[in-house]
T-cell receptor
């Protein structure tokens, strides 16, 4: 069974701080996707990484896919209250099915 | 096309009743997925279709659950004889069929069984 372990589960920081969320697995995935979800809404896609070692930047967010395509990280620089939400990593197989981590609940206080 | 659409957004039902949810995917996407999410957890895969063919079903999908995509466009998910444990957010996503295609989610249907 493929599993994705996401850490930390909860993170509460002050505006302006940096943070990193980790997503680890013993399985190899074809792709890894990061989503952000707000209460009562569906997940919104942030980025997809497919190549081992790949790094993608989205404004203050930096995503990295591990060389072996088993793990990933999300780094946020100078967090803002608008970054508050549930961050989900999801590993994809060839059929497109996603295996999700349990999520990281981020709270950024002004 | 404004994205994946799910209906209804919220459903409250009594235990033992049947419920049906609808998902309209992004029009050019031929893959459609159903997931279930409970509070504090990430979404869990239930089933997926490529066009009208249901290609995979999770063991989470008990025999009270059935999903259809009759014409390869919209899909329905029916839960028969609902139980309190069925209370969750039911999410639909769609993607193209190319390798590593990105999946886009609808806003979900929040089911509460009382």
């Amino acid at each position: 069974t493929q599993l994705l372990e996401q850490s930390p589960q909860f993170l509460s920081i002050q505006e302006g701080e940096n943070l990193t969320v980790y997503c680890n697995s013993s399985s190899v995935f074809s792709s890894l996707q990061w989503y952000r979800q707000e209460p009562g809404e569906g997940p919104v896609l942030l980025v997809t990484v497919v190549t081992g070692g790949e790094v993608k930047k989205l404004k203050r967010l930096t995503f990295q896919f591990g060389d072996a395509r088993k793990d990933s990280s999300l780094h946020i620089t100078a967090a803002q209250p608008g970054d508050t939400g549930l961050y989900l990593c999801a590993g994809g197989d060839q059929g497109g099915k996603l295996i999700f981590g349990q999520g990281t609940e981020l709270s950024v206080k002004p | 096309d404004t994205g994946v659409s799910q209906d209804p957004r919220h459903k409250i039902t009594k235990r033992g009743q049947n419920v049906t949810f609808r998902c309209d995917p992004i029009s050019e996407h031929n893959r459609l997925y159903w997931y279930r999410q409970t509070l504090g957890q990430g979404p869990e895969f239930l089933t997926y279709f490529q066009n009208e063919a249901q290609l995979e079903k999770s063991r989470l999908l008990s025999d009270r659950f059935s999903a259809e995509r009759p014409k390869g466009s919209f899909s329905t998910l029916e839960i028969q004889r609902t139980e309190q444990g069925d209370s969750a957010m039911y999410l639909c996503a769609s993607s193209s069929a190319r390798d590593n295609a990105e999946a886009f989610f609808g806003q979900g249907t929040r089911l509460t069984v009382v």
